[in-house]
């Protein structure tokens, strides 16, 4: 069914990194949405006044916040699909995050008006009046909602989509909601115990923590979230397959929407290379990037040693030296300026955002003492650096 309305109503749906395509998905998945939701909010309603049932209300008038959500969604996707201007030169992309949380807000208020409800219910109980035809809207609802999150799941990892994923989550914890809904009843019909106020309530919790997983997940991007490590080595790889490219570091990445992004990145090229040949090979890899990657990749020259046997010797002591002090420190553009009494090694030290001042500056002593042992000419010049890339694993 997913495939078939894709080809059906999505025009050249391969292409999903061409604009005009994510947003003939985003537009397929909202009037998906919208026509889902406002059936099963007709039906839940009929059930629950049919059966008096606070806990089946409140799932009702979260499916038509789910429609709601669906028309923020397709106003947000559009919007973020503008071209860029004068006035936003890297496009609209981030109003997909902020109609993410403009979702996410609309969830919260529904399962905050349904836990008072939920109260209330429990305070005042009624009767539940049991009906076939009501379960049966309700066993509707869960598989209808069980393919819709897989649907809305699936269409937003090929466009790469917050609004989608985030509706895909909502639709999903849907599924148990109604799950938990339908148990209430069923359990007044055959014992005779009204859970239906604190399941309710239960339902409203439900919808409440879903929505803070929604705004947690669309904040990130919004605030200038850290590269993952799988988005670090895809780029730092593409930019060291050239030749001519010794290594890199110090990646930054800028999301300006999905499909969006801006990066910078520190390349190291041979010292001893005629400075306009290595230009060259930097302003290929940045044409490239933008079109392979589809990121504006903007690209900082180090020039490092990679002949003298010396130097190079000197280097790799002192990355083992910083290896054994903390295995989650790292050392990069590392020069040696050699006098008659001294040595400056000059490099920059990458430490955990874990390090406070106090623990950054014992880690700077230590190493200056550790070297000063191996020769007393060595002098350090360090530059405290902190990743930004996200090693967590989500």
Not at 71 to 84: E, F
Not at 220 to 238: D, H, M, N, R, T
Not at 271 to 283: K, L, P, Q, Y
Request: with cysteine; aromatic share 8%.
């Amino acid at each position: 069914m997913t495939e078939l309305l894709v080809k059906r109503f999505v025009k050249n749906y391969e292409n999903v990194s061409e604009a005009k395509v994510r947003t003939s998905y985003g537009v397929l998945t909202s009037m998906v949405g919208i026509f889902c939701n406002v059936l099963l909010f007709l039906g839940k309603v009929l059930a629950g006044i049919v059966m008096g049932s606070v806990s089946v209300m409140a799932d009702a008038f979260n499916n038509l916040s789910d429609a709601g959500s669906s028309v923020i969604g397709l106003v947000g996707i559009k919007m973020a699909s503008k071209p860029a201007d004068e006035k936003h030169p890297f496009g609209h992309g981030r109003i997909e995050y902020i109609a993410a949380l403009v979702v996410a807000f609309v969830i919260l208020q529904v399962g905050f008006r349904f836990l008072k409800e939920g109260i209330d219910k429990i305070r005042n109980p009624e009767d539940i009046k049991f009906s076939y035809v009501s379960i049966l809207i309700l066993l509707f609802s869960i598989l209808m909602k069980l393919w819709l999150g897989f649907f809305n799941k699936k269409l937003g990892q090929r466009i790469d989509s917050t609004v989608m994923l985030a509706t895909a989550a909502d639709s999903l914890g849907d599924v148990l909601v109604t799950s938990t809904t339908l148990v209430s009843i069923l359990v007044f019909r055959f014992w005779g115990f009204n859970i239906d106020g604190y399941v309710g309530v239960i339902v409203s919790l439900m919808v409440m923590w879903a929505g803070i997983s929604v705004a947690k997940d669309t904040l990130s991007p919004l605030i200038g979230g850290a590269v993952s490590e799988e988005e670090y080595e895809k780029i730092a790889q593409f930019v060291e397959a050239y030749k001519g490219i010794v290594g890199s570091h110090d990646l930054i990445v800028h999301d300006y929407g999905p499909g969006r992004s801006m990066a910078s990145i520190h390349a190291e090229v041979p010292n001893d290379v005629d400075i306009e040949v290595s230009h060259e090979i930097i302003d290929r890899i940045e044409r490239d990037a933008q079109v392979n990657l589809g990121i504006f990749l903007v690209i900082h020259m180090d020039p490092v040693e990679t002949k003298d046997e010396r130097v190079l010797a000197i280097k790799e002591e002192l990355n083992d030296l910083i290896n054994r002090i903390d295995e989650n420190v790292s050392m990069h553009d590392f020069r040696m300026v050699e006098g008659k009494k001294q040595i400056n090694l000059i490099f920059d030290l990458v430490i955990p955002y874990t390090y406070d001042d106090n623990q950054a500056a014992e880690l700077e002593e230590k190493i200056k003492e550790d070297l000063h042992k191996l020769d007393r000419r060595y002098v350090c010049v360090i530059t405290m650096d902190r990743s930004y890339v996200n090693s967590e694993v989500e």
